[in-house]
């Protein structure tokens, strides 16, 4: 059981560029989060999905994209990456959305 | 809405000495409430959960947590530290009465345990 993994791990990227990050769980889980994380904000949620085929808005949403085609996997794209997206990048899962979340390792993105 | 504040920002302690994350959250129904515990370098881990019965709960690593429903609080506790337990702490609190799942978890900012020798 790997539990909730991340792809990459650490990315730089030029203002403009796009990418995707990747989550894959492999709990069977319903839903699935993308946070970020910055100095002193503590976590913010972006996207968030409750099932395979839907997606819906977070707290800090602007600028990302999602989709979740699989269950197993959450994919957050951003189109035009500003430096204002750099942060560490946090996937989640859980079988009940009123329950324990488990994360994966983080993504850090270091946006020029 | 719910709202959480961890009362310390960085808690500064020395190894073997008590310890206490301070968390107070904004609701008088019921909720459940979480500490998770981040390492250097790593995602978050569940460190205990509240989510009903008894008022003490008991956690990995041989810390505790006591929910009090009168003064809306959930602090986080240890009786003798080690090194190893420097660490960003989260407290975070779910509304059961929520059925949106994109807003029923919040989370605080965190503490940040440094723990010296």
């Known amino acids: 059981n790997a539990g909730v993994t991340q792809t990459p791990k650490f990315r730089v990227l030029k203002t403009g560029q796009s990418m995707t990050l990747l989550c894959a769980q492999d709990?069977?889980?319903?839903?699935m989060y993308w946070y970020r994380q910055d100095p002193g904000m503590g976590l913010r949620l972006i996207h968030y999905?409750?099932?395979?085929?839907?997606?819906a808005k977070g707290e800090v949403p602007d600028g990302y994209n999602v989709s979740r085609l699989k269950k197993q996997n959450f994919l957050l794209g951003l189109e035009s990456a500003a430096p204002s997206q750099t942060s560490v990048y946090f996937c989640?899962?859980?079988?009940?959305?009123?329950?324990?979340?488990?994360f994966g390792p983080g993504t850090r993105l270091l946006v020029l | 809405a719910q709202s959480v504040t961890q009362l310390d920002s960085q808690v500064p302690v020395f190894e073997e000495a008590p310890v206490e994350l301070r968390c107070n959250y904004s609701?008088?129904?019921?909720?459940?409430l979480f500490w998770y515990v981040q390492y250097p370098n790593q995602g978050l881990q569940l460190l205990l959960k509240?989510?009903?019965?008894?008022?003490l709960v008991k956690g990995i690593n041989g810390f505790e947590a006591e929910f009090n429903k009168s003064q809306t609080s959930f602090h986080l506790r240890k009786p003798s530290v080690h090194i190893s337990d420097t660490a960003e702490y989260f407290c975070?609190?779910?509304?059961?009465?929520?059925?949106?799942?994109?807003?029923?978890?919040?989370f605080g900012k965190g503490t940040t345990l440094s723990v010296s020798s």
């Open positions: 609701s008088s129904v019921s909720v459940y």
């Open positions: 999905s409750v099932g395979e085929g839907t997606t």
């Open positions: 989640a899962s859980t079988r009940d959305f009123q329950e324990t979340q488990y």
């Open positions: 709990m069977n889980h319903e839903y």
């Open positions: 509240y989510l009903s019965g008894s008022t």
């Open positions: 975070a609190v779910s509304d059961p009465r929520i059925n949106q799942a994109g807003t029923a978890l919040i």
